[in-house]
C-alpha cells in the first residue's frame, strides 16, 4: 500500500489541490452571488420587505430549473457557456464554470429557507425602530439567521465536494477523478479506497467546523 502511495503522491497532491480549487471557487460564487440571490428571494415573497411577484417567479424559477439539473447533464449543456467564459472547456479551470452555477443555485435556496425561519417580529421590530431595508438584512435578519446561514453553507460544501467528483467528464481532475483514472480502471482497489479515505476525512473536518461554528454564533 505505501508503495503505491509514493508512486503516486505527486498525482495524490495535484488531484487535492484541484479539488480545493474547484470547492474553493464554488465557496466564493455561493457566498458572493449565492447569498444575495437567496436574500432577494426572501425579501421580494408575498407580504416581504420587497414584494414583487414578478421578480420572484423569475428567480425562483431560474433557481428551480437549475438545481432540477442533473449534474452531469448541465455540465455537459455549459459547454458553450464555459468556453465562452474560460476560453476552454477542458481542465480545472473549465470545470469551476459549471461548479459555481450550481453551487449559487444551491446555497440560494439554503439562504432563502434559513432567512424564512426569522421570526416576523424580528423584522417588525426592526421597521418600527426606522431601519431601511438594507439596515433589516444586515443588521438583524443575517444575524438573527447567522447559525442557520453557516449549517446551510457547511451542507453545500459537502455537496461542492460531490459534485466535484464528476468534473473528470471535461478533465477538471480533483480527488474522484484520481480515484476513478487510477484506482478503480487500473483494478488498484486499495488506491481507490485510499482516495475515498480522504475525502471521507475533508468531509467529516468540514461538517465538524461549519457545526462548531453554528453552535459559537448561535445566540439563541
Not at 18 to 37: D, H, K, R
Request: proline letters at 2%; hydrophobic letters at 55%; aromatic letters at 10%.
Amino acid at each position: 500500500m505505501l508503495d503505491v502511495l509514493v508512486q503516486y503522491e505527486a498525482e495524490i497532491w495535484r488531484s487535492i489541490g484541484q479539488t480545493f480549487v474547484m470547492v474553493g471557487i464554488s465557496i466564493l460564487a455561493a457566498v458572493l452571488v449565492g447569498l444575495p440571490v437567496g436574500t432577494l428571494l426572501f425579501l421580494c415573497r408575498k407580504g416581504n420587505l420587497l414584494q414583487n411577484q414578478a421578480v420572484f417567479s423569475i428567480v425562483n424559477l431560474l433557481v428551480n430549473i437549475i438545481r432540477s439539473f442533473p449534474f452531469l447533464l448541465l455540465v455537459v449543456f455549459l459547454i458553450p457557456f464555459t468556453r465562452l467564459i474560460v476560453g476552454t472547456a477542458i481542465g480545472t479551470a473549465a470545470a469551476t464554470v459549471p461548479l459555481a452555477i450550481i453551487a449559487i443555485a444551491h446555497y440560494s435556496r439554503l439562504v432563502e429557507q434559513s432567512l424564512l425561519d426569522v421570526p416576523r417580529g424580528v423584522m417588525e421590530a426592526a421597521i418600527s425602530m426606522g431601519a431601511s431595508v438594507k439596515e433589516v438584512v444586515f443588521m438583524f435578519v443575517y444575524v438573527e439567521a447567522r447559525s442557520g446561514l453557516v449549517l446551510g453553507l457547511t451542507t453545500s460544501i459537502i455537496s461542492f465536494i460531490s459534485y466535484s467528483t464528476i468534473m473528470g467528464v471535461v478533465g477538471g481532475g480533483g480527488i474522484g477523478d484520481f480515484a476513478i483514472r487510477y484506482g478503480y480502471q487500473q483494478f488498484k482497489t486499495d488506491l481507490m479506497l485510499y482516495m475515498i479515505v480522504i475525502m471521507i476525512i475533508f468531509v467529516q473536518l468540514i461538517q465538524f467546523l461549519g457545526t462548531t461554528v453554528a453552535r459559537i454564533i448561535d445566540k439563541r
